[in-house]
């Protein structure tokens, strides 16, 4: 009978979602989460609401930790029934690792090896580690699909410099001590129980309330944005499909179609039923101009693919808004 799988970051946007589907499909989970205040945690302690409130939830569990507590993550990882991790906890956004730097070096790098040093302690038992890595990796690269072959050694935010660090100690990790690995470089998720830091949310919010919208980059920016569905369908695929010896294998998971910001906020205007009120500024420290997946890799690996378009993921999103906050 398969064991529990360990979730990090169980009450954040992605891992909420992945632990939603993993208990619909007779897992058992136990999640890990700080509940920290980088957003509001009342939207954290919604999702765990929406967990308990499942007819499968008599088998979550959730343990609140931080990943700077090693010993705390030793006791989640080596318990004996645990044979997967999923290691979404970090400390997330580009912007803020400008501000507080050092929430990265606790999170994003003391966590990450952590979590490394627990599964080494197993011995072998843990069958699969999966762990969030981030299209940011890319740095501020030329025109075209961003390939997990392309050089990574160009980050322009901390945030992207703890996270390509963490791909490197899962490689020493696995040279090291046979651990089997993959991480996954996430590209622009977005959708219900989202990220309120995120550009579609706050655009959301303030066209809702008849505020002004702040468009960085004169508007001129691209990304690849990938709906929640379809990033939980990869991370399961991946997670089902441990490398066959042990490896440190890397994969970008996005919608390999990135988008104009105008087109985005078009679409918010449409489903809102608002014209929005721009004010139009340069652009920000530390963000790219444009994202774009290649996943070819994804696709002949494990036959996954997005399917979600940016208007129907947008539309789904903005249904769930209009009923949790404008409704309510």
């Not at 507590?69 to 690792?97: C, F, M, N, W």
């Not at 981030?134 to 961003?146: D, K, Q, T």
């Amino acid at each position: 009978m398969p064991g529990t799988i360990i979730v990090t970051g169980a009450a954040g946007f992605v891992g909420f979602h992945l632990t939603q589907a993993l208990l619909r499909r007779g897992e058992r989970v136990v999640g890990f989460d700080n509940l920290n205040p980088y957003y509001d945690p009342a939207l954290k302690h919604g999702r765990l609401a929406e967990l308990a409130g499942m007819a499968e939830a008599d088998r979550f569990t959730f343990v609140e930790g931080d990943l700077a507590d090693r010993e705390a993550v030793k006791a989640l990882i080596t318990a004996p029934d645990v044979d997967r991790v999923v290691h979404l906890g970090a400390q997330a956004g580009v912007r803020y690792s400008i501000d507080a730097p050092f929430a990265y070096l606790d999170s994003n790098l003391s966590g990450h090896l952590g979590v490394l040093e627990a599964v080494r302690a197993t011995e072998g038992r843990i069958k699969h580690l999966v762990y969030a890595s981030s299209s940011s990796v890319y740095g501020n690269r030329a025109e075209g699909a961003f390939s997990e072959t392309d050089a990574v050694d160009s980050p322009i935010s901390l945030y992207a410099a703890t996270k390509r660090c963490d791909e490197l100690m899962s490689q020493t990790y696995s040279h090291l001590y046979g651990i089997k690995q993959s991480g996954l470089r996430f590209f622009t998720v977005y959708g219900p129980w989202g990220r309120p830091d995120m550009a579609y949310w706050l655009f959301t919010k303030a066209i809702f309330a008849g505020e002004p919208i702040k468009v960085f980059n004169q508007g001129a920016m691209r990304r690849d944005f990938t709906y929640i569905d379809d990033i939980v369908a990869g991370v399961i695929a991946t997670l089902d499909n441990p490398p066959p010896e042990p490896a440190n294998r890397i994969y970008n998971i996005g919608n390999h179609n990135p988008e104009q910001l105008g087109d985005m906020i078009a679409i918010l205007e449409r489903e809102i039923g608002i014209e929005a009120k721009k004010i139009m500024l340069p652009m920000q420290p530390g963000d790219v101009v444009s994202t774009y997946a290649n996943i070819g890799k994804m696709q002949s690996d494990f036959g996954w693919s997005p399917t979600t378009s940016l208007a129907d993921g947008l539309s789904r999103f903005v249904a769930w808004y209009r009923q949790r906050f404008i409704q309510a």
